[in-house]
C-alpha cells in the first residue's frame, strides 16, 4: 500500500476513497467480509443518528391520566387515550402549577427551558446574586432552592418593555391623531 492509497481521516474523504475503489474491492478476495464491514458499520452509524426526537413532558392527561409527551415545537398532541390538546395551552397550565415548586438553579432551568421559557442556571443565579430573588431554603446537599414563581416574576418583569419607551409611543400616537 502506498501513501496515496491512504485517504485522510475525514468520512466525507474516507468515502470517496472507497466509491473510487469499488470494482477492486468487488474483485478483492475479502471483498465480502469488506462488504459485511462496511453494511454493519453503516447501520451502527443511522442508529447512533437516526433516534426519536425528544420529547416534552405536559403533565398528565385530564381524561386518563397518562403522561402526555409532545415533540419539540408541535402545537398538538394526542394521548394515546384519543383526547388532544393544545401544548401551548398545556405549557401555560404546567408553569401556572409550578409558580410554588421550589427548585435549585439547574431543576428550575430545565424545567422552563422544557416549557418554552429557556434560562441557564447561571442566569438564575445572577438573578440571585443581585437580590432579585431569595434562596427560600436548602437541599440535603445544601444547594439553595428558589421559588419557580419568583424567578417566572422577575423574567417577565425584564421581558416587559421598559415605561419610557410605552410613554414615548403614546406621545407620538398623539402627534400623528
Ligand atoms: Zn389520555
Redesign the pocket.
Same mark, same amino acid.
Given at each position: 500500500m502506498t501513501a496515496d492509497d491512504i485517504p485522510p481521516g475525514t468520512i466525507a474523504s474516507m468515502a470517496f476513497w472507497l466509491l473510487a475503489r469499488t470494482d477492486r474491492i468487488r474483485q478483492h478476495p475479502g471483498a465480502a467480509h469488506i462488504a459485511a464491514s462496511i453494511t454493519t458499520a453503516v447501520t451502527r452509524a443511522l442508529r447512533a443518528i437516526d433516534r426519536p426526537p425528544d420529547l416534552v413532558f405536559l403533565g398528565?392527561?385530564?381524561? @386518563?391520566?397518562?403522561g402526555?409527551y409532545a415533540a419539540h415545537g408541535a402545537r398538538w398532541v394526542t @394521548?394515546? @387515550?384519543?383526547?388532544t390538546c393544545n401544548t401551548e395551552t398545556r405549557r401555560e397550565q404546567l408553569l401556572a402549577a409550578a409558580h410554588d415548586i421550589l427548585g435549585t438553579t439547574s431543576e428550575i432551568s430545565r424545567a422552563l427551558t422544557s416549557l418554552g421559557r429557556p434560562l441557564t442556571p447561571s442566569v438564575i443565579r445572577g438573578l440571585a446574586f443581585r437580590g432579585r430573588i431569595t434562596a427560600r431554603g436548602a437541599n440535603e446537599r445544601g444547594h439553595p432552592l428558589y421559588r419557580v414563581g419568583d424567578v417566572l416574576e422577575v423574567i417577565s418583569r425584564d421581558t416587559r418593555p421598559p415605561r419610557c419607551l410605552l410613554d414615548i409611543t403614546s406621545l407620538s400616537a398623539n402627534t400623528h391623531t
Open positions: 398528565t392527561c385530564d381524561s @386518563c391520566q397518562a402526555i @394521548c394515546r @387515550c384519543g383526547v
